[in-house]
């Protein structure tokens, strides 16, 4: 991946847009190339990578069961210390950020 050449899909040749991910809590912004058209989409990884050793620094770690919830859809309970620390109230709304293959990163609307 060289920095100033248009990236295209591999599926269907269209160029990949450049979105760069602001995850809560690391000071680096993620890199993930996406195509406008179909549902592709890639990580930079040099960029990834240093928003998940930032955020490997985060004191708060919490297992948790993913359940599921009806079809083919899958979910996950927040528990109530994480629900009180973080005010969080049904019907609010949350972004979901992907930096990498394994890491899932929820940020809140309102901070
Ligand atoms: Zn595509």
């Known amino acids: 991946m060289k920095g100033g050449i248009k990236m295209k899909c591999p599926k269907c040749e269209t160029n990949l847009k450049k979105i760069e991910v602001k995850v809560q809590g690391a000071k680096h912004k993620a890199i993930s190339y996406q195509c406008p058209k179909c549902d592709y989409f890639e990580f930079e990884p040099v960029s990834s990578k240093k928003v998940v050793e930032e955020l490997r620094e985060s004191p708060l770690k919490i297992k948790q069961k993913i359940v599921k919830l009806s079809q083919d859809r899958l979910g996950m309970y927040f528990n109530s210390n994480v629900i009180r620390s973080l005010h969080l109230k049904k019907g609010g709304d949350i972004y ?6 394994k890491h ?3 940020e809140l609307e309102n901070s």
């Open 96 to 101: 979901v950020s992907i930096p990498d293959k």
């Open 104 to 106: 899932i990163v929820l």
